[in-house]
């Protein structure tokens, strides 16, 4: 029972933590302006620990490659004390681990670009001028404006988010499977 709270709130903790880490790689990547009050909770959630790992972990055409190594060892950490507190020892690959931190963040990735295509939608029929939408806008537009350039409105309704959902849908069953397989191998 004991071993069931800990893994809880391991996989909770630190599982929120990889998830600010990653989206904080995404705004990065997104160009969400610095002083925008979710760029500036995200910074202040993880600054404690990007600020030393910039130093051992240099950018890469201005891609900030230290958030993101931060958010894949939190995702291994959590997949390894997982299986040591499971009962099963060093029973795992460490390979198995660092392929399925991997593909738990690919994962992630998906829930994310998820979560804000349903809010950007809600917020389009709510409140178009919510504080919110330009960050939601600049993490979904990479993904709508290819298929609004595709799928026309009807009746000036747009259906891309629709078939976004679906699209991201099929990519986390991809996702799933794969991460079946590489614990089938391992």
Do not use: C
């Not at 507190?85 to 994962?107: I, M, P, Q, R």
């Amino acid at each position: 029972m004991p071993n069931q709270i800990i893994i809880f709130l391991l996989d909770t903790v630190v599982g929120l933590f990889s998830t600010a880490l990653l989206l904080r790689f995404y705004v990065q990547l997104s160009r969400v302006p610095y002083y925008h009050p979710f760029s500036r909770f995200l910074v202040t959630v993880t600054d404690f620990v990007v600020r030393p790992a910039r130093r051992v972990i240099p950018s890469w055409r201005g891609l900030d490659i230290s958030t993101f190594v931060l958010a894949w060892l939190a995702q291994f950490i959590i997949l390894a004390g997982i299986n040591m507190l499971g009962g099963f020892g060093a029973g795992g690959s460490t390979l198995a681990f660092v392929l399925l931190a991997l593909v738990k963040l690919a994962g992630t990735t998906l829930n994310i670009l998820l979560i804000t295509i349903i809010v950007q939608s809600v917020l389009s029929w709510i409140n178009p001028h919510s504080p919110l939408a330009p960050v939601l806008e600049s993490f979904s537009g990479p993904i709508l404006r290819p298929l609004q350039r595709i799928i026309p409105p009807i009746a000036n309704i747009d259906l891309s988010p629709l078939f976004a959902f679906i699209l991201l849908q099929a990519l986390l069953m991809v996702v799933e499977n794969l991460q079946r397989q590489i614990m089938h191998i391992f």
